[in-house]
């Protein structure tokens, strides 16, 4: 079991940055690979980045490429997902995701391939 929790969101001006932090329970932590989702109001769940559990490996949807940074910090336990240019479509509940693999690099994009979800935090960027 892997619990998460994100934290790092907030009201921002468009062009602004945020870093939202996910610190994981587990000390086994550096066997997951991780992922960044989003959901904005009336929309469902998107894919936004993941990252191997080695962190050698990341993968950005389309709409945050070059804007968006994920990496991690096994020794802490957490990952991190940088954010800058911020955009008024960037406004939804930002959620980190786990799943354990033994492949060291291999990243997830599809929110069934995770078994554990932190509770969100909200990012909401004005114009």
């Known amino acids: 079991q892997v619990q998460l929790v994100e934290s790092g969101g907030g009201l921002v001006q468009a062009g602004a940055s945020l870093r939202l932090s996910c610190a994981a329970s587990?000390?086994?932590?550096?066997?997951?690979?991780m992922g960044w989702f989003r959901q904005a109001p009336g929309k469902e769940r998107e894919f936004v980045a993941a990252?191997?559990?080695?962190?050698?490996?990341?993968y950005y949807a389309d709409s945050v490429k070059g804007r968006f940074t994920f990496s991690r910090d096994n020794t802490k336990n957490t990952v991190y997902l940088q954010m800058n240019s911020l955009k008024p479509e960037d406004t939804a509940i930002y959620y980190c995701?786990?799943?354990?693999?033994?492949?060291?690099?291999?990243?997830?994009?599809?929110?069934?391939?995770?078994?554990?979800w932190g509770q969100g935090t909200q990012v909401t960027v004005s114009s």
């Open positions: 587990r000390s086994t932590f550096s066997s997951y690979a």
């Open positions: 990252i191997s559990w080695s962190g050698g490996v990341t």
């Open positions: 995701a786990a799943v354990l693999t033994i492949a060291p690099g291999v990243v997830y994009v599809r929110s069934g391939d995770y078994a554990y």
